[in-house]
Nanobody
């Protein structure tokens, strides 16, 4: 099991960019597939992006595809989410998550470890 800590959230104007970071500890990072989720007020937590252990494969939700980029640095036990062309509807708490056993995790049930979240607010 990993402990995860997100950072990098904040307030940004529509059309701007933010880069979120997540640092893992307490386990062997390369054993885990990593992902990002988000939860807006009054809505359920939704999948944003995921990346494989060897960085060969990424997957994105349709709502962010072409705007967001997930990456990882296994030497630093870190995963990142570069968010470009931000929209007000991207406003949410963003969570880092880790999946130990599922080959291609896509839903929240596939992930074992979660960070506490970082707030992203996009103004119009």
């Amino acid at each position: 099991q990993l402990q995860l800590a997100e950072s990098g959230g904040g307030l940004v104007q529509a059309g701007g960019s933010l880069r979120l970071s997540c640092v893992a500890s307490g386990g062997t990072f390369i054993f885990y597939r990593m992902g990002w989720f988000r939860q807006a007020p009054g809505k359920e937590r939704e999948f944003v992006a995921a990346i494989s252990r060897n960085i060969a494969t990424t997957h994105y939700a349709d709502s962010v595809n072409g705007r967001f980029i997930i990456s990882r640095d296994n030497a630093k036990n870190a995963v990142y989410l570069q968010m470009n062309s931000l929209k007000p509807e991207d406003t949410a708490v963003y969570y880092c998550a880790a999946s130990r056993w599922v080959t291609s995790p896509r839903s929240a049930k596939d992930f074992d470890s979660w960070g506490q979240g970082t707030q992203v607010t996009v103004s119009s």
